[in-house]
């Protein structure tokens, strides 16, 4: 017999994990806007400050998954802001490997497979300079935290002196790395356009992944429209539909086979204070809705 079963369409979005409920409450959040993958930070973004494991709700959490049919292997963490490998400052890299290592011990507690990363900036350091650092500051974190985490750097929008907003530069930190086996890509459909892939050509890009890092190694997916045009190295997320990519071409990259069984996440902006994702979500599983936006604010 050679049947096999239509895999689910693995979507979800970025949620929030806040007191009272925390993880119970990310999962809780996922599911209301009909998600099967979703992402998430275990504290905030923009510092290291990490409420204890044990009252975060985990195991709650992660019954509350099993039997609403989302994986472990399926949810992302997305590591802090704060984390710069690529700092030309001592002091800013070994506490970026200290957060780091934290990091995928945390993610491990989860159950999720996947810590997403921004490679770093040089600021200043060079390109060079930072793609060196960055490897080693990898190696080091993963040889520390020594789990089964995989780091999905991610493609960045090319902003200030980013590292990794081409292809060539994530395989070129992937080459330097000895953990290989511990690393792969999260693109960002926002970020390669604006760092000016033409990301229209789906086949053509995923070509350039092979000659490149290997589109193998695509961990997630961050799912956004973008405010800019391509190669405006902006880096402003916008909603489905209402950028310069368009419904079309992301809805191509949701359903690429290729990436049938990586984890599709939204990162669009909230809408007048709320969240967009139930409406996008359903809108990429159906058909586009001309002016959803207008609906949805009303
Ligand atoms: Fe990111
Ligand atoms: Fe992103
Ligand atoms: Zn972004």
């Known amino acids: 017999m050679n049947l096999k079963m239509a895999n689910k369409l ?24 009909g998600s099967t993958s979703f992402m998430f930070y275990t504290g905030a973004p923009q510092n290291s400050f990490r409420v204890p494991l044990e009252m975060l709700r985990i195991g709650e959490g992660k019954k509350l998954m099993s039997s609403s049919g989302i994986e472990e292997k399926d949810i992302v963490v997305h590591a802090p802001y704060i984390i710069n490998l690529a700092s030309p400052k001592e002091e800013t890299f070994n506490m970026s490997v200290d957060v780091l290592t934290k990091e995928l011990k945390r993610t491990h507690a989860f159950g999720a497979k996947t810590l997403v990363l921004h490679p770093g900036s040089h600021v200043g350091g060079g390109l060079e300079f930072g793609i060196n650092q960055i490897a080693k500051g990898l190696d080091i974190a993963l040889d520390q935290a020594n789990n089964d985490v995989t780091i999905a750097l991610e493609t960045m929008a090319g902003k200030g002196s980013e590292v990794g907003s081409k292809f060539e530069e ?30 229209s050509q ?86 586009y809705i001309d002016g959803w936006m207008e609906k949805f604010i009303k």
């Open 10 to 33: 693995l979507i979800g979005s970025h949620v929030s994990m806040n007191k009272p409920e925390y993880f119970l409450g990310s999962v809780k959040e996922a599911l209301s806007y």
């Open 170 to 199: 994530l395989a070129e930190i992937i080459t330097l790395c000895k953990n290989k086996d511990k690393l792969g890509i999260c693109l960002d459909t926002c970020h390669m356009s604006d760092s000016g892939y033409d990301i």
């Open 202 to 287: 789906i086949d053509v890009l995923i070509e350039k992944m092979n000659e490149t890092f290997g589109s193998n190694r695509v961990k997630c997916i961050h799912i956004n429209d973008s405010k800019n045009p391509r190669g405006s190295h902006k880096d402003r997320h916008a909603n489905i539909g209402y950028g310069e990519i368009g419904y079309d071409i992301i809805h191509r990259f949701v359903f690429h086979p290729l990436f049938e069984n990586v984890p599709k996440i939204l990162e669009t902006p909230y809408i007048e204070e709320k969240p967009p994702y139930k409406e996008e979500i359903s809108m990429l599983k159906n058909s």
